[in-house]
């Protein structure tokens, strides 16, 4: 009882720990949340006033590319000193004007990759082709082609801008206090960053649905909108120590309760162990004890044989005192290791039940059905016999005044199979198995000794098999005996 309650209390406070750091961790990854989603928030405020920013930029840029329209517009009659103001003015927005063949004839605030050029190849095309370039005609039948590209300080917010949002998805990931992160654009079709997972199993899309799927249904995702990349959606769920600590304590009671059968069998294994020791001893004792008995008894008949006029149950004495002998060897054998000869079965099974029938009563009808010829198997005959006499004594009892015992022999090819069969009082099935255990009788008077023993010899000496195969109560039991060929 005093163990039952440790186990208890221990169970209790280990469930009441794991619990405790399960809320602990759930709490700290929704705070890790909600500094997110404020983060976020400030990530989208920067992104607006970099918007306002870049509106300008690209005010400028439209007003700088009107400008020069005017300007190279010959017909234009308009004062065009306030538009070679703004050309002039331009200290940021790249320019480059080509003639037809697209060599180069001027530059202005150029990047520094695009400095030395002297053709506008197709590389310089591509960074230029959001605007499309103003033709000019000098005259002379000569063509000319200005194109010009978003501001330098323009295209640098935006490189500033961009590295912001990496640098935000790179802290949530590494933020994340251990909880696994997913960070996925607005349709769920691009993974943007993750954090916390296998970098190996995220490369298949099974690992990947499976992971957002378990998020989904802990924690509802957060959105995030970046002006450049569109929404994105931070998906997250309780970190693995978590999950790994709600089968902590169901771990500790299959540990417990694997150390309570183990400890239960080796109890189990010493009293059996103890209770053999016991059983041999007494067995072997009785063997000694019977001895001295028997010699003397051996004695006596020769001095009765040696008379002029033999005594008539001399030879009856003899026959008693030879069984008494079997029987002494029989007790010396159990507790030693058995010596398993090669026999005829048919035999040992035939005289066994000759000597039985003659030993009851004539209202006890015997039918023994054994096969013709040699059935060679390995034996200890004296203690096989021992096994048939009990079962045979069993069966009288059970059936009382009369009744018939049937025994028959089967064989196959891997196994030899004895049924012993009475017409007695039956065995109800719960008590199918109790019937072996020591100490087991129906029987007013006796040990319950005879059928343990019987399986002892059976199973643990031969290496077979004893069971009842079948009973009725009020018609009667069938023993089967299973021996290895």
Same mark, same amino acid.
């Given at each position: ?102 060599? &180069?004839? +001027?530059? /202005? ?9 002297? @053709?506008?190849?197709? #590389?310089?095309? $591509? ?96 959105? &995030?909108? +970046?002006? /450049? ?9 309780? @970190?693995?120590?978590? #999950?790994?600590? $709600? ?239």
């Amino acid at each position: 009882m005093v163990a039952l309650l440790i186990v208890g209390a221990s169970l209790w406070y280990t469930n009441f720990l794991v619990k405790s750091i399960a809320e602990q961790e759930t709490n700290q990854v929704k705070m890790w949340a909600a500094a997110m989603e404020q983060h976020a928030g400030m990530m989208k405020s920067t992104e607006e006033f970099f918007g306002k920013v870049s509106e300008q930029e690209q005010m400028r840029v439209d007003l700088l590319a009107h400008a020069y329209r005017q300007v190279l517009d010959f017909s234009n009659n308009e004062n065009t000193a306030i538009y070679l103001e703004i050309i002039k003015n331009n200290i940021s927005i790249p320019l480059v004007i080509t003639d037809d063949a697209g060599n &180069i004839m +001027f530059s /202005n605030n150029l990047p520094d990759d695009q400095k030395e050029k002297k @053709t506008f190849d197709a #590389e310089m095309r $591509k960074a230029y082709s959001k605007f499309k370039p103003i033709k000019i005609n000098p005259g002379f039948g000569q063509i000319q082609w200005l194109y010009y590209n978003e501001s330098l300080i323009y295209t640098e917010l935006k490189a500033v801008l961009e590295g912001m949002i990496d640098h935000f998805l790179e802290e949530i990931t590494l933020n994340a206090v251990g909880a696994p992160v997913i960070i996925t654009n607005a349709d769920g079709t691009k993974i943007l960053s993750y954090g916390n997972l296998d970098s190996v199993q995220m490369t298949h899309a099974d690992y990947v649905e499976h992971q957002l799927e378990v998020m989904r249904s802990e924690n509802t995702p957060l959105e &995030i909108d +970046f002006m /450049n990349t569109g929404k994105a959606y931070i998906y997250y769920r309780t @970190t693995d120590l978590v #999950e790994q600590m $709600k089968y902590f304590p169901l771990i500790q009671i299959i540990v417990i309760a694997l150390y309570l059968i183990i400890a239960y069998l080796l109890f189990s294994w010493a009293r059996r162990s103890e209770q053999n020791q016991v059983w041999a001893g007494m067995a072997k004792e009785t063997a000694h004890q019977l001895g001295t008995p028997i010699s003397s008894l051996m004695g006596w008949v020769e001095l009765l044989r040696m008379q002029e006029e033999p005594f008539v149950g001399t030879e009856e004495m003899q026959k008693d005192i030879e069984r008494l002998q079997v029987v002494t060897d029989r007790f010396s054998k159990i507790g030693s290791v058995p010596v398993l000869e090669p026999t005829d079965l048919i035999p040992v099974i035939q005289d066994t039940m000759d000597y039985l029938q003659k030993r009851f009563s004539k209202k006890f009808e015997f039918d023994v059905r054994l096969p013709e010829g040699p059935l060679v198997v390995p034996l200890v005959s004296s203690l096989f016999r021992w096994v048939l006499e009990n079962l045979t004594k069993n069966a009288v009892d059970a059936m009382g005044d009369h009744g018939k015992i049937t025994l028959e022999l089967t064989e196959t090819p891997e196994e030899v199979i004895i049924d012993l069969s009475d017409t007695g009082k039956g065995i109800p099935k719960k008590m199918f198995k109790q019937v072996f255990n020591p100490g087991y009788t129906s029987k007013k008077r006796g040990w319950g000794l005879g059928l343990s023993l019987a399986k002892r010899i059976i199973e643990e000496y031969h290496k077979g098999k004893i069971f009842v195969k079948s009973s009725v109560v009020g018609q009667g039991t069938t023993f089967r005996i299973m021996l290895k060929r």
